[in-house]
């Protein structure tokens, strides 16, 4: 059974710091492009970063690039983003996601809260 599982996520006040993780299971974590999404209230979602299967390549929205670092580590089938000098407009449900080709796997969510 696919299982994409996020943690991490919480309320912090802008200007810090959080680590979300994606925990998988169920299918091959290594041959998958990894991205993490989020959905803001009232807005669609939005790509945020994704990295290629072995890590050498990753991609950032514009909004957050020099602030969100995404890694994995594929030993342990995780997938990391770090979120550094958070602003309150980064407030969303952050979603991990798996694709290769015809594949494509989400987790539940986890909530960010950027607030003073």
């Known amino acids: 059974q696919v299982q994409l599982v996020e943690s991490g996520g919480g309320l912090v006040q802008p200007g810090g710091s959080l680590r979300l993780s994606c925990a998988a299971s169920g299918f091959h974590f290594g041959a998958y492009v990894m991205s993490w999404f989020r959905q803001a209230p009232g807005k669609e979602r939005e790509l945020v970063a994704t990295?290629?299967?072995?890590?050498?390549?990753?991609q950032y929205a514009d909004s957050v690039k020099g602030r969100f670092t995404i890694s994995r580590d594929n030993a342990k089938y995780t997938l990391y983003l770090q979120m550094n000098s958070l602003k309150p407009e980064d407030t969303a449900v952050y979603y991990c996601?798996?694709?290769?080709?015809?594949?494509?796997?989400w987790g539940q969510g986890t909530q960010v809260t950027v607030s003073s």
């Open positions: 996601n798996a694709a290769a080709g015809q594949y494509a796997y």
């Open positions: 990295i290629t299967t072995g890590g050498g390549s990753t």
